[in-house]
């Protein structure tokens, strides 16, 4: 028999897995605003940890992901310094064999940061992936998770405890030293850095 306790875990999992996919059915459509701040997060994403080389005066970053379904998700900046950046994310494999590569994302800025022209984009699990990569941790689980919020003061200070900045090991054996938990962890699962060409 079950408890009316678990009947409702149950009705609450059951309902959060229907809302998860009718997101997915239905995704909430970007607005301009929303497609900028992508792309310069993006931009910047792939300047950081992009491969890059310069031709005259401008300056090119490249970034690569294998995609599970075959081929590559490629992220590209070009900045002419004074004039514009672009960014383009491409795909080359998979679906795309026959055609060469097929252009998902293209957007064009001019030297204070706005769209010199209209961008192009096609909606697709790529922005997802990109999205969920761009974004903090915690929020990767937006669907179940809203955010962090601080443990109750009078929970710290219970029993006769005195205030203290969390110190000791992290989960792998190392000190933390600077007061972040888990931020050794957090560090430790970026991307690895590529080469530079």
């Known amino acids: ?22 997101e997915i059915a239905s995704p909430h ?40 379904g075959g081929g590559e998700l490629i992220c590209q900046v070009e900045h002419i310094p004074g004039d514009k950046t672009t960014t383009i994310v491409a795909q080359t494999g998979g679906f795309a064999s026959n055609v060469g590569s097929y252009t998902w994302f293209w957007a064009e800025f001019d030297v204070v940061g706005d769209f010199s022209r209209p961008p192009y984009w096609v909606d697709g699990t790529w922005k997802d992936a990109l999205t ?18 601080a443990t109750p003061a009078a929970l710290l200070l219970q029993s006769g405890a005195d205030a203290a900045e969390p110190a000791g090991a992290a989960l792998d054996g190392r000190a933390e030293t600077d007061g972040r938990a888990g931020a050794e962890k957090e560090d430790a699962v970026r991307e690895p850095e590529p080469a530079a060409r």
């Not at 028999?1 to 009718?22: D, G, T």
């Not at 992508?38 to 970034?63: E, I, N």
């Open 29 to 68: 459509e970007w607005n301009g605003d929303e497609w900028k701040a992508f792309a310069k997060a993006l931009t910047l994403r792939v300047r950081d940890r992009g491969s890059s080389w310069q031709a005259g005066d401008t300056h090119y970053w490249d970034l690569r992901w294998q995609i599970a």
């Open 1 to 22: 028999m079950f408890s009316p306790v678990e009947i409702k875990r149950l009705f609450n999992e059951w309902r959060l897995r229907f809302r998860r996919m009718a």
């Open 132 to 149: 969920s990569m761009l974004m903090p941790a915690h929020q990767r689980a937006a669907f179940l998770l809203e955010g962090p919020i």
